[in-house]
């Protein structure tokens, strides 16, 4: 299991505007991010990294205890057969009780597969961009349709970046065009999927 720091949140998953308190008891965030961990390898997973705004201790060894953090958003990056998966949470507003739900979430997808549903486990989970390794600087990438929640909404707010962003465009920029074009294509597959 590897920290790292900060939060790297998947570009097609929105952001939980009105966060809960959970009522899960209480766990450490070492204590989840070990069991989180340890149900992620039962599942065959292997490379994990757990992203989170938690300031991390030197040589790996984790977070540092009793922080104070703005975004109790977590991340957990993997592969499954092979492939690159992700999965986060933020719906509730401690980081320990979003470690614990990502960690319910893989019992229950192990659940699936002891109980016959493993043809499901591919449309789970979402592919993720490789990260940086870890101690390498990051570049917070613009997400360019995190608030975007259905096949509507998401034409509209193409259109409106595709005018602003295109390098025909007064203020256009070649990269950041296709950025959100590689964004529209993800959430637009995702999106369909769903229907």
């Keep these: 299991m590897i920290f790292q720091e900060p939060l790297q949140w998947p570009n097609q998953q929105p952001r939980t505007k009105n ?43 984790g977070p ?12 957990v990056y993997f592969e499954l057969n092979g ?22 979430s893989i019992k229950a997808i192990r659940g699936l597969e ?9 449309g789970l ?4 961009k490789a990260l940086p390794a870890p101690g390498q600087e990051t570049k917070m990438q613009v997400r360019y349709f995190s608030e975007v929640t259905n096949l509507e909404h998401l034409q509209l707010k193409y259109k409106q970046l595709a005018k602003e962003l295109h390098p025909d465009a007064q203020d256009g920029d070649s990269e ?20």
């Design 83 to 104: 492939e690159p998966k992700t999965m986060a949470c933020d719906k509730w507003d401690r980081i320990e009780h979003n470690i614990w739900a990502l960690c319910l």
């Design 19 to 61: 966060q809960k308190r959970a009522n899960f008891a209480n766990h450490s965030i070492t204590k989840g991010s070990n069991e989180l961990t340890s149900e992620l390898k039962l599942l065959g997973a292997k490379n994990v990294i757990i992203t989170s705004d938690l300031r991390q201790k030197k040589d790996n060894m």
């Design 176 to 195: 950041k065009f296709q950025e959100m074009m590689k964004q529209h294509k993800q959430l637009k597959e995702n999106l369909d999927r769903q229907q």
């Design 64 to 75: 540092w205890a009793n922080q104070r953090i703005e975004d109790s958003g977590i991340a």
């Design 114 to 122: 002891r109980w016959g549903g493993s043809e499901f486990l591919d």
């Design 125 to 128: 989970f979402t592919g993720f």
